[in-house]
């Protein structure tokens, strides 16, 4: 299969929408890009086009996707029941990086669904997608547009390294504006909770609506856990090398880093480090990549699977991590770097 990528970086061409939209109304994919991140796109009830989407990222077909929407009025078809807190959120935050799972109706397929009886849905906030979504006719599910596993892509030249010649078309709309997927929370049953964290945290969610509970595995590394949402039970993001996160305080942290990186070189091995803007200045050897200021959230989740990639294509044999415990999107940071590390952590 020959991948078409169309160049929309200007803003929305409509012929290449409108040829894009085809392509999913007829069972294709497409990959398109978000405010989180680029999206690989199906017919959401299609059951179909799920299994297509399943096999072109390599994806276990019990990880639900997420069915994207252009109007709140869309749920009223797929969601069998939309809770006050819903209409509240929705209000509140769409389009945005927030997803909010529903007991599903029956014109969602079990495959979209990951065999669940419940529906994740989000409105994105961002012009192509939204053109997009209405172009294929209301409901497109999409996972990241990643080979499953991988660090998620934050630009389209991503997406072609992972689904060159898998999918029908790519989208290029230029690098993407958070770099994290968004927020998951759950409304489907009892207390509203979090089973992803994403640059909507739990306090802005609860100046809206109240009550809402975190779930037990975001931090965890339960492999037994059935997902409810995307990401919960199986490794995500993972760069080939192995990744290693270093926490305490800083000054402690850099030696501890620096010690690490000559025994690393003294046995011949390539090291990555990722530090922060203040603090790459401080490592005395190794690849050093700047994920952003400390004072700039955004420039740390924008850049932080670009570099997980960048120390792929460098093919170094390890990485080092500082901790990334910022205010707002801190959770998420580490809630990500947390997956790619496998849950390595080393404290100082």
């Given at each position: 299969?020959?991948?078409?990528?169309?160049?929309?970086?200007?803003?929305?061409?409509?012929?290449?929408?409108?040829?894009?939209?085809?392509?999913?109304?007829?069972?294709?994919?497409?990959?398109?890009?978000?405010?989180?991140?680029?999206?690989?796109?199906?017919?959401?009830?299609?059951?179909?086009?799920?299994?297509k989407i399943y096999a072109a990222k390599g994806r276990p077909s019990d990880n639900p996707l997420?069915?994207?929407?252009?109007?709140?009025?869309?749920?009223?078809?797929?969601?069998?029941?939309?809770?006050?807190?819903?209409?509240?959120?929705?209000?509140?935050?769409?389009?945005?990086?927030?997803?909010?799972?529903?007991?599903?109706?029956?014109?969602?397929?079990?495959?979209?669904?990951?065999?669940?009886?419940?529906?994740?849905?989000?409105?994105?906030?961002?012009?192509?997608?939204?053109?997009?979504?209405?172009?294929?006719?209301?409901?497109?599910?999409?996972?990241?547009?990643?080979?499953?596993?991988?660090?998620?892509?934050?630009?389209?030249?991503?997406?072609?390294?992972?689904?060159?010649?898998?999918?029908?078309?790519?989208?290029?709309?230029?690098?993407?504006?958070?770099?994290?997927?968004?927020?998951?929370?759950?409304?489907?049953?009892?207390?509203?909770?979090?089973?992803?964290?994403?640059?909507?945290?739990?306090?802005?969610?609860?100046?809206?609506?109240?009550?809402?509970?975190?779930?037990?595995?975001?931090?965890?590394?339960?492999?037994?856990?059935?997902?409810?949402?995307p990401g919960m039970k199986y490794r995500h993001y993972a760069p080939k090398a192995s990744l290693?996160?270093?926490?305490?305080?800083?000054?402690?942290?850099?030696?501890?880093?620096?010690?690490?990186?000559?025994?690393?070189?003294?046995?011949?091995?390539?090291?990555?480090?990722?530090?922060?803007?203040?603090?790459?200045?401080?490592?005395?050897?190794?690849?050093?990549?700047?994920?952003?200021?400390?004072?700039?959230?955004?420039?740390?989740?924008?850049?932080?699977?670009?570099?997980?990639?960048?120390?792929?294509?460098?093919?170094?044999?390890?990485?080092?991590?500082?901790?990334?415990?910022?205010?707002?999107?801190?959770?998420?940071?580490?809630?990500?770097?947390?997956?790619?590390?496998?849950?390595?952590?080393?404290?100082?």
């Amino acid at each position: 299969m020959k991948t078409i990528t169309a160049n929309i970086k200007e803003g929305i061409d409509q012929e290449i929408i409108t040829e894009a939209g085809s392509i999913l109304k007829d069972g294709g994919l497409v990959a398109f890009p978000t405010e989180t991140v680029y999206g690989l796109g199906g017919n959401a009830l299609d059951e179909q086009a799920a299994e297509k989407i399943y096999a072109a990222k390599g994806r276990p077909s019990d990880n639900p996707l997420i069915v994207h929407i252009a109007e709140f009025e869309a749920l009223n078809k797929i969601a069998a029941e939309i809770p006050e807190e819903a209409k509240m959120l929705a209000d509140a935050f769409w389009p945005g990086p927030l997803t909010m799972i529903f007991q599903k109706t029956d014109l969602v397929p079990m495959g979209t669904t990951g065999g669940l009886n419940t529906v994740a849905v989000r409105m994105p906030d961002h012009p192509v997608a939204l053109a997009l979504i209405r172009a294929a006719g209301g409901y497109i599910a999409a996972p990241s547009a990643n080979t499953s596993g991988r660090p998620s892509p934050t630009c389209a030249a991503h997406v072609q390294e992972d689904l060159d010649g898998r999918i029908e078309m790519i989208l290029d709309g230029g690098p993407v504006g958070i770099g994290l997927e968004s927020t998951i929370v759950d409304l489907s049953e009892g207390v509203p909770t979090i089973l992803r964290p994403g640059y909507i945290n739990q306090q802005m969610l609860e100046e809206v609506i109240g009550k809402t509970e975190i779930d037990r595995a975001i931090l965890s590394d339960d492999s037994g856990i059935k997902p409810k949402a995307p990401g919960m039970k199986y490794r995500h993001y993972a760069p080939k090398a192995s990744l290693t996160i270093v926490e305490g305080e800083q000054e402690k942290v850099t030696a501890k880093i620096n010690e690490l990186l000559k025994e690393g070189e003294a046995a011949g091995e390539k090291i990555g480090v990722i530090a922060s803007t203040e603090t790459a200045a401080d490592y005395l050897g190794g690849i050093v990549r700047t994920i952003g200021s400390r004072s700039d959230e955004l420039s740390i989740s924008r850049h932080l699977f670009g570099i997980l990639r960048d120390f792929d294509t460098l093919r170094v044999d390890r990485i080092y991590s500082e901790s990334f415990e910022t205010p707002q999107m801190g959770q998420a940071i580490m809630n990500r770097l947390m997956k790619a590390a496998g849950h390595q952590v080393m404290e100082v």
